[in-house]
DNA sequence: ACCTAATTGCGAAAGATTCGCACTTACTCA
DNA sequence: TGAGTAAGTGCGAATCTTTCGCAATTAGGT
């Protein structure tokens, strides 16, 4: 018996639209569903963009995908790693920095002492000024 | 002369609507576009949705209001006040917690240390479980 | 091969924000 | 004080993003 299909050990099923997808968000490090479709389109012009939607979701209900919100608007996605990272963001360029979480954990730390408040900060960025931009307003 | 109304005092025309605006984003605290243009029809029901976008964007332009983004979509505006305050969402509830910045400090300075990042934890919530959704999951 | 439920494509719908433009109004200053 | 002018408003339509409903297709179990 070969070994079965990462997809299909997650309760999936196997997909050319929803292989493609994850091989996309894989690919692209972070991407909007936009960016997604349009890597797709590559090998698979024919695939819906409402395709693209579902299949993100679907992929994260299952823990291969994750989302998270860098600017003013929408959803980007990655690839659920093993090493967690935050996403500092700069609000002027756009600049992705991605920090070890271990960066972050005197601050998680105090805001579940002192607030009882569990900390996710792979959802949301954390927003900012890069070293660039910060020089230069 | 009489000292000129604050709105004035940055250069803004002085109209209902504008006015409206402002005092509803300091009634309600943390509030969206939509949250504002209900708070104001109760006294000026006529006011159209578009005007309080414009009158948002301006009054951010001028720095009375600010916005930022509590949960995975749009804005919500407060009144841009002395003491600065990050925010704590939760994503399952969506409760807020305001923070002083003081709280937060440690970590902004690593930031900056280590990535040259300057943080504005202003513009985007920190997401994570509040203690009763963390605890009842 | 066959059956069934999951998945897809498509078009429409929904929700949020922006835009163009004609009309109105707050302020300037003669 | 009363034009004149540019800023501001209302309205409707346009955009943009995300979601839905449904009929047609297809993957996986038997
Ligand atoms: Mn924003
Ligand atoms: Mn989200
Ligand atoms: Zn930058
Ligand atoms: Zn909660």
Redesign the pocket.
């Known amino acids: 018996m070969a070994e079965p299909h990462e997809l299909?050990e997650k309760g999936?099923?196997?997909?050319?639209?929803?292989e493609l997808v994850l091989s996309a968000v894989r690919s692209l490090g972070h991407a909007?569903?936009?960016d997604v479709a349009e890597r797709v389109r590559q090998t698979h012009p024919?695939?819906?963009?409402?395709?693209v939607?579902?299949?993100l979701e679907?992929l994260e209900n299952v823990g291969l995908v994750q989302h998270t919100h860098l600017g003013h608007?929408?959803?980007t996605y990655h690839a659920a790693e093993a090493k967690l990272h935050a996403h500092l963001t700069c609000e002027r360029c756009g600049v992705l920095i991605e920090v070890p979480i271990e960066e972050t954990s005197l601050l998680t730390q105090s805001l579940l002492n002192d607030y009882g408040f569990h900390t996710d900060l792979e959802h949301l960025a954390i927003s900012g000024r890069c070293e660039d931009c910060f020089e230069k307003p």
Do not use: C, K, M, V
């Open positions: 299909r999936l099923r196997l997909t050319p639209q929803r909007t569903p936009e024919g695939i819906n963009l409402s395709t939607y579902r299949n679907t608007g929408g959803a």
